[in-house]
């Protein structure tokens, strides 16, 4: 149900529905904002405005974030190229342990890793149904993920189905300073666009995921428990 979702939980939500300008603003009470790099730009997304990534010089950088003991990480993403390259979605600057490193590898398969888990990457991603080769060009797609390093557990979901799960653990995870759309090691860039990434302290169950898919962050919000969520709305509605 929806009244799971705490707008308390959410630790950055990077809307990206700015027309203009070099910041990327986290509508939650952290301000987590991001900066665009290089040739990222605003253009129309899944729910209003999107950002568009070259893959090339372009990416958001955000502060420092975590560690997180529990999370969910979702967002829309459209890839317009660079199949069967690293692509990142949002690594941690860097790579050690507790880092988090979120990106589709050289055989289009999804990756969550957190380097020192165990195991690094969770072994269950290989024999994902979701595969991102030329045929997800130029489309629109929902990725969360859910993790809890006390349960040591990870769930998966594309456009909000369960797609793998596992036991994996026990390390919160960190994830910034980092970058949304590339790694500081280089070579990984994104090329397409993102919407709505949110970043929970906690693991959501598929309802929520669900619910913020077909909806948005906005929406789901409006219709939560009056005084819960009427803080956050009305920042959210401010900043537009």
């Not at 990457?121 to 060009?137: E, N, V, Y």
């Not at 130029?138 to 596992?166: C, I, M, P, Q, T």
């Not at 619910?211 to 219709?223: E, I, P, R, S, W």
């Amino acid at each position: 149900s929806n009244a799971e979702i705490d707008p308390e939980s959410i630790v950055g939500a990077w809307l990206f529905d700015e027309t203009n300008g070099k910041v990327a603003k986290d509508s939650s009470d952290n301000s987590n904002d991001g900066d665009l790099v290089g040739g990222a730009k605003w253009v129309k997304g899944k729910f209003g405005n999107a950002i568009e990534l070259n893959g090339k010089d372009a990416w958001v950088t955000v502060p420092e974030i975590g560690p997180l003991e529990d999370f969910t990480l979702m967002k829309w993403f459209n890839s317009t190229g660079r199949v069967g390259a690293w692509r990142c979605f949002f690594n941690r600057d860097g790579w050690a342990a507790g880092y988090v490193h979120y990106q589709f590898r050289p055989d289009n398969k999804m990756e969550m890793a957190i380097h020192s888990n165990n195991p690094v990457r969770h072994p269950g991603w290989p024999d994902s149904d979701f595969t991102a080769d030329k045929s997800i060009l130029n489309k629109w797609f929902h990725l969360a993920v859910a993790y809890s390093s006390n349960d040591e557990s990870v769930r998966v979901y594309f456009d909000g189905e369960l797609d793998a799960e596992g036991k994996w653990g026990p390390l919160p995870g960190e994830f910034g300073p980092g970058r949304i759309g590339s790694w500081s090691g280089g070579g990984r860039e994104w090329e397409g666009m993102f919407d709505e990434m949110i970043l929970f302290d906690v693991a959501l169950e598929e309802d929520d995921i669900q619910m913020l898919m077909d909806n948005g962050l906005d929406a789901t919000l409006a219709v939560e428990p009056a005084d819960k969520a009427a803080t956050l709305w009305g920042k959210i509605k401010q900043s537009r």
